[in-house]
């Protein structure tokens, strides 16, 4: 049972341009709902996290956008750069549950020079 | 960088033995969780602990045991090794109460042969 779904598998942009990455969820119960990034032999880090009671969050050139009666998420990458190729990760969590997080499969982002 | 360390980097072990992962959670967290990632595939939660005591595990089978020491830092244990637990094994922290914010260390690949 894959209660994150994250669309597509992977994704290749031009530099400058504007990646989006999508993730549905199941459960109603989640309340948080983390992007991580992942480069290669690396742990995921923390790029940005949205709560259910925002429809919008934006961090430089991060931006969540929530659609709660959707239960869809997704993240918008503005001026893509080379640098930011990487796997992303949708995750999402229930606070009351210690915050066990579980992840969509991943996206691999590819930006070209 | 994250201050999550983990130990060792890769191990390679044969079916049927034994494994002992180790890491250590970033200063001032209590909570430590662990996280199973397949190749190609986003992590999988197999425990948490909090100040010592198991509180919430996954949907893994017994063989997969672990510890949280007074100083936080904690071990995963898994016996009777499976081809199939060939994975990067991730150990996440969290300050832990109302705080959200989970910080990856960089994993340890083990392989079963």
């Known amino acids: 049972q894959q209660q994150v779904k994250q669309s597509p598998q992977s994704l290749i942009v031009q530099k400058g341009g504007i990646s989006i990455i999508n993730c549905a969820y199941e459960n109603t119960a989640f309340d948080y709902f983390p992007w991580y990034q992942q480069f290669p032999g690396k742990g995921p880090a923390l790029l940005i996290a949205?709560?259910?009671?925002?429809s919008e969050k934006k961090e430089g050139r991060f931006t969540i956008s929530f659609n709660k009666s959707a239960k869809q998420f997704s993240l918008h990458i503005m001026d893509s750069q080379p640098g930011d190729s990487a796997t992303y990760f949708c995750?999402?969590?229930?606070?009351?549950?210690?915050?066990?997080?579980?992840f969509g499969k991943g996206t691999l982002l590819t930006v070209n020079p | 960088e994250t201050g999550v360390t983990q130990s060792p980097t890769h191990l390679i072990k044969t079916r049927g033995q034994q494994v002992t992962l180790r890491c250590s959670s970033q200063s001032g967290h209590n909570t430590v969780s662990w996280y199973q990632q397949a190749l190609g595939q986003g992590p999988q939660f197999i425990f948490q602990?909090?100040?010592?005591?198991?509180?919430g595990r996954g949907n893994f089978p017994p063989r997969f045991s672990g510890l949280q020491f007074p100083n936080y830092s904690s071990e995963l244990n898994v016996n009777a090794l499976e081809l199939d637990d060939s994975a990067l094994y991730l150990c996440?922290?969290?300050?832990?109460?109302?705080?959200?914010?989970?910080?990856f260390g960089p994993g340890t690949r083990l392989t079963v042969l």
């Open positions: 602990y909090y100040r010592e005591e198991e509180n």
């Open positions: 949205i709560r259910p009671d925002v």
């Open positions: 996440a922290s969290r300050r832990g109460g109302a705080t959200d914010t989970q910080y």
């Open positions: 995750a999402a969590s229930i606070v009351g549950s210690n915050y066990k997080l579980t």
